[in-house]
């Protein structure tokens, strides 16, 4: 199997910054993509950010230019760098891979459990 574990979620004040880190363990050959997202009580879980293997990122508009996403391939790990938090920014925050288990097997998408975030103003 397959676990994603994130981590560095807390409670900070507006303006502050955080990094999150989830890692992923267990039988694993490849993992394409890697993303995060967030989720408030009563709302839709939405995509916060996403990268590639390769580097390529993308960000949803509410965060760009305050969150930066990256990751570290030979540890299977991925970060979001939160900085100028806000108080909407307060959420749930979840890891998601995409992950080949085999050469030959099929993806297989992964969550990992969620890591609050909870930003005061």
């Known amino acids: 199997q397959v676990q994603l574990q994130a981590c560095g979620g807390g409670f900070v004040q507006a303006g502050r910054s955080l990094r999150l880190s989830c890692a992923a363990s267990g039988n694993i050959f490849h993992i394409s993509a890697m993303r995060w997202y967030r989720q408030v009580p009563g709302k839709e879980r939405e995509l916060v950010a996403a990268?590639?293997?390769?580097?390529?990122?993308n960000y949803a508009d509410s965060v760009k230019g305050r969150f930066t996403i990256s990751r570290d391939n030979a540890k299977n790990t991925v970060y979001l760098q939160m900085n100028s938090l806000k108080p909407e920014d307060t959420a749930a925050f979840y890891c998601?891979?995409?992950?080949?288990?085999?050469?030959?097997?099929?993806?297989?998408?992964?969550w990992g459990q969620g890591t609050q975030v909870t930003v005061s103003s």
């Open positions: 998601n891979a995409d992950v080949l288990r085999t050469r030959l097997g099929s993806w297989t998408n992964y």
């Open positions: 990268i590639t293997t390769g580097g390529s990122t």
